[in-house]
T-cell receptor, first 113, second 117 residues
């Protein structure tokens, strides 16, 4: 299917565990992003990637790791999950041109207990 | 520094009323882009409109209209004759053309709109 997909849609994990959220896009967009959505904060950028093997920190990167070995995949890993990382996570992709919209995945609701 | 401000956290209107969602932005770029996204209760983010900094024409699309004013750094969104299906969280976002911005979006904190039948 064309588009951008995230998996899993829902995840419950325990404090201290490592968890990876997956993101896959089929458009060959150069840019990919991970945002977290929390009440009162809107969407905050965690990490972004301009191309395969090029990643950079966003506003709230602490506790997260990303990689991008292939253009279409951009996984987000919580190395040691904390309760403050309970959130809804959105992956997005965008083409090279800055005047284009970003396309978002369906979101992953992560609960850390 | 926050670049997009949506001062209205929650708005409730009765069906068929008009409602305006405010968005104020801040940027030093002369070239930038503004967006509105809708997030219905199902949770996905739906793109509504894009406007570039060179185009201050207002836009109307059905019951939706957008008022972009560079003089006040605002990009407001009006829904005319609101309907229950308009109930959602609406996000305003800014993207700058500068090469060191990573092509990222800066989002406001969102306005939650409830349309009461």
């Amino acid at each position: 299917d064309a588009g951008i997909t995230q998996s899993p849609r829902y995840k419950i994990t325990e404090t201290g565990r490592q968890v990876t959220l997956m993101c896959h896009q089929t458009w060959s967009h150069s840019y990919m992003f991970w945002y977290r959505q929390d009440l009162g904060h809107g969407l905050r950028l965690i990490y972004y990637s301009a191309a395969a093997d090029i990643t950079d920190k966003g506003e709230v990167p602490d506790g997260y790791v990303v990689s991008r070995s292939k253009t279409e995949n951009f996984p987000l890993t919580l190395e040691s999950a904390t309760r403050s990382q309970t959130s809804v996570y959105f992956c997005a992709s965008r083409g090279l041109r800055t005047n284009t919209e970003a396309f978002f995945g369906q979101g992953t609701r992560l609960t850390v207990v | 520094a926050q670049k997009v401000t949506q001062a209205q956290t929650e708005i409730s209107v009765v069906e068929k009323e008009d409602v305006t969602l405010d968005c104020v932005y801040e940027t030093r770029d002369t070239t930038y882009y503004l967006f509105w996204y809708k997030q219905p209760p199902s949770g996905e983010l739906v793109f509504l409109i894009r406007r570039n900094s060179f185009d201050e024409q207002n836009e109307i699309s059905g019951r939706y209209s957008w008022n972009f004013q560079k003089s006040t750094s605002s990009f407001n969104f009006t829904i005319t004759a609101s309907q229950v299906v308009d109930s959602a969280v609406y996000f305003c976002a800014l993207s700058e053309a500068a090469p060191n911005t990573g092509n990222q979006f800066y989002f406001g904190t969102g306005t939650s709109l409830t349309v009461i039948p």
